[in-house]
Structure formats: C-alpha cells, structure tokens
C-alpha cells in the first residue's frame, strides 16, 4: 500500500498543533550536547601530554564526570511536559485514518520517545549512576552486532600488518593544490575571504533559506556542525568554534557533509511536516558514506574512522567482565592504529575514539559496561546506506534525517521517483569550494 508526498505534507499540516509543541519540548533536549563533560578539551589536552611525556606508554584514565548542570536539569525539567505530549498524541492516534496520517503520528510518538530516554540518561548521569546510564544508552541506541565487530578488528588488524590496503582504487584528477596554511587558529582570518564567508557561499548553492550561523567556544563542538537539537543557541543552526585546525581539503570535505548531506536531509524531513528524532542511524551512515567518497575521490584513501569506533565501544561495554576502563580501551586502540602514524596523530586518534565510547560516564575505570554507543552508526550505518546503494535505492536518501524504522517505512509507503521529485537534491559543492579557495588571498600574519 503506498502514499505520496503530497498525501505526508496534508497529514502532518492536518497534525500541526501538536507537531509543534512536540517540536517545541524536544528541540532544545540534545543528547550528544548532555554526554559532552565541561572540560573535556582541557582533559584531553592534559591527557595526550601525559602520554607523550611517558614516551607513549603511560595511558590514564582521565576525569570525565563533570557534566553541565544547567542542562542535565532542562532536560529532566521536560519530563512532565514530554509524558504528556505523550498521553495527547496517543489519543490522537487513535483517530487516524489512512497510511499518511499514521506514518506522520509514528514519526511523532518517536521523537517523544526518544526524547524521553534522554532525560531519563540526564537523571543516571546526575545521579552517578553508570550502570543504569549503560542501560539506557543501549535501548536508545543499541549495540554493535557480533559479526560486524569481528569484521571491524580483523580489520584493523589487517591495516595493522599491511595487509589491508587503504587507497582508494581511482583518484579524480583534480589541479586543485593544498595550501599548507590553517583555516583557523585563531579568531584572525588567514584568508581574505574568510571561512564564514564561504559557509555562506555553500549555503546559498541551494538557494533555500540557511540556518543561523553562530561562533561559540569549542566546549562543546571542535568543528563545524548542523543541528536540529541545541541547548545553547536557537535551533536549527550552524554551530562553528572559534578555534579549529583544518587543512583546506579536509574544510571543504567538512562542508560537504555537514551542509550537502546532513542539513539537506534534515531540511527536506522538515519540508515533509516530520520531526528530527535521536536515532541516527541512516543519518550517520550517509554521512560516512560521503566521507568514504570524498577520501577516495580527492585523497586517494578510504576512510576508516569506523572501524576503531566499534572496537572502543566494544571494548568498553566489555567492562562489566573487569575488561574495560579508559586506559584499557585507550591501550587497544593505540596498539591497533599502524606504528608507521605520527606518534602524536596516533595518540589523538586514541583519545578520539576511545573518548566517544566513554562521553557520558562518571567513572572511567568503568565497572559498569557503560558505552556510547552512537558512533557505531559510522561503520554500521555505513554498511546499511552501502546496500542502499547496491539497491538502487538512493533516492529515500534524500531523507537519511528519519530514524532507521521510520526511513524503512517511508521507503515501502513512497515510490521513489516521488521521493526525490519533491527533495532538496544533492548539489556538486567540491569544484565550487576549491575554487573560492583558490581565489582567496592568503593573508600574512606577523610573527
């Protein structure tokens, strides 16, 4: 039985009342922003100086339990207001007619829920309760099937011997050459078109009305990112730190995933009257799908960030058994990653990885089988779009911002030509950015 856009749009106009004050409880409630400890760069930083000073043979277990009480606080104070949007929907349910009207409800019922899972992590949290933030993590997110972290260690283990090559089988030949200086390191511009300037730019090749760009510190954020869900400005917004380091290819690839995949999708679930909920499973999936592309399109290398994701987060979740901890987690990724890195890369990369498994923890010599298990969306979710792909059936991508069992029922109610007929289509953003580089002007900065 299908329906059509036209059908979803009239569903969720006919709906929008209760839309919007569901929209209006669980905007500010973001789960990433709760597990984010105040300090963390500064752990981070103590963390890596420890490391090198032991000559990369010390790993401690850092602080992590110093979350922001301000929102640990909104996001328990939304309970109430949550568990009755909750009550009032059910009821609307009950009074559905037709496949739209049911597919839009469901949609909206998971956003409610999903939201109430974080303010029930936000209590476990306040209360130093790991075990029961394991818990909850777990149900809201799941875990990394068996088979897919076999797949993942064996290969690592492959990259780790050389057995598991790591270029990508074509390069585009592209003119474009690196510039060696930073985008930003410091509030200055090292360009004379700045990167605001060119986030604007990128925006405007959709002609269609950009989310708010605010600057912060990065306390929270060490990159660009596009959110639907933030406790500290209005959103959605563009979210950019003052501080970063980035080389010009990884800036415009930062671009790519951030607005041609991740706000796109998410604007064209806004476009349908739907909600952006917690579970992104598709959503990081085709983000990683993208990042796979651009490496091998522009770097000549495939990107395997996701491997070592699921290898921290099983290893952490392992911890009940007495296997886990921080500086265990952090050991086995650091002996995993190739010894020809950098020294100083390869500890980075450590403290990435392993530091995702742990965000949202109290006590890093984790007993508890605590981990975040989001990020196994990067390798999982990759594999997931992948078939995608292999199936012809990339036009729902367009909507990659639903959850995963909201994206399946969308793609078995919505014929696909459809779907991508009424879509903020993908756009060819990489030329474009490579060449308003390649016009700006470097700018010299005294010593």
Request: proline letters at 4%; glycine letters at 4%; hydrophobic letters at 35%.
């Amino acid at each position: 039985m299908y329906t059509t856009i036209e059908e979803i749009k009239k569903a969720s106009n006919k709906y929008s009342q209760i839309r919007e004050k569901i929209r209006r409880a669980i905007i500010t409630i973001n789960p990433v922003e709760l597990v984010t400890p105040l300090g963390a760069t500064a752990e981070e930083m103590d963390w890596l100086d420890t490391l090198e000073k032991s000559n990369y043979r010390v790993f401690e277990n850092p602080n992590l339990d110093n979350y922001d009480p301000a929102l640990i606080n909104h996001c328990i104070s939304q309970e109430k207001a949550l568990l009755q949007l909750q009550s009032e929907l059910s009821s609307v349910k009950e009074n559905a007619t037709g496949i739209a009207e049911s597919f839009v409800l469901e949609n909206y019922m998971q956003a409610i829920t999903d939201s109430l899972k974080t303010a029930k992590l936000a209590k476990s949290i306040e209360n130093k309760n790991d075990k029961e933030s394991a818990s909850i993590v777990k149900e809201k997110y799941g875990c990394p099937s068996f088979d897919n972290v076999t797949d993942a260690i064996n290969i690592a283990h492959q990259i780790l011997n050389g057995s598991f090559d790591v270029s990508a089988a074509k390069k585009a030949n592209i003119s474009f050459k690196p510039k060696t200086l930073r985008w930003f390191n410091t509030i200055k511009p090292i360009y004379t078109q700045d990167f605001m300037s060119m986030i604007k730019s990128a925006f405007d090749l959709y002609q269609t009305h950009a989310s708010p760009i605010y600057q912060i510190p990065d306390f929270v954020y060490g990159t660009v990112e596009a959110l639907d869900k933030t406790f500290f400005k209005t959103a959605p917004s563009v979210i950019v730190p003052l501080v970063a380091n980035m080389d010009d290819f990884s800036f415009v690839r930062l671009l790519k995933r951030e607005i041609d995949c991740r706000w796109r999708c998410s604007r064209n679930v806004e476009e349908l009257g739907l909600l952006k909920c917690d579970d992104e499973f598709v959503y990081d999936g085709f983000s990683a799908f993208t990042d796979m592309d651009y490496s091998e399109k522009y770097l000549g290398q495939k990107a395997i960030d996701g491997i070592y994701y699921m290898v921290a987060i099983d290893n952490a979740s392992c911890s009940d058994d007495g296997q886990g901890s921080f500086t265990n987690t952090a050991k086995l990724i650091y002996n995993l990653l190739p010894e020809k890195m950098d020294k100083k890369i390869r500890a980075r990369n450590t403290w990435k990885y392993t530091y995702s498994a742990y965000r949202g923890i109290t006590d890093t010599n984790n007993k508890s089988g605590y981990a975040f298990t989001k990020d196994r969306n990067i390798y999982e979710g990759y594999i997931y779009v992948k078939s995608l792909f292999l199936h012809e059936s990339t036009e729902y991508l367009n909507y990659g911002a639903l959850p995963k069992t909201i994206f399946e029922k969308f793609m078995s109610i919505v014929d696909k030509k459809d779907a991508e007929r009424n879509a903020i289509l993908s756009q060819d953003i990489e030329p474009f950015l490579f060449n308003e580089i390649e016009k700006a002007i470097p700018v010299v900065h005294p010593i």
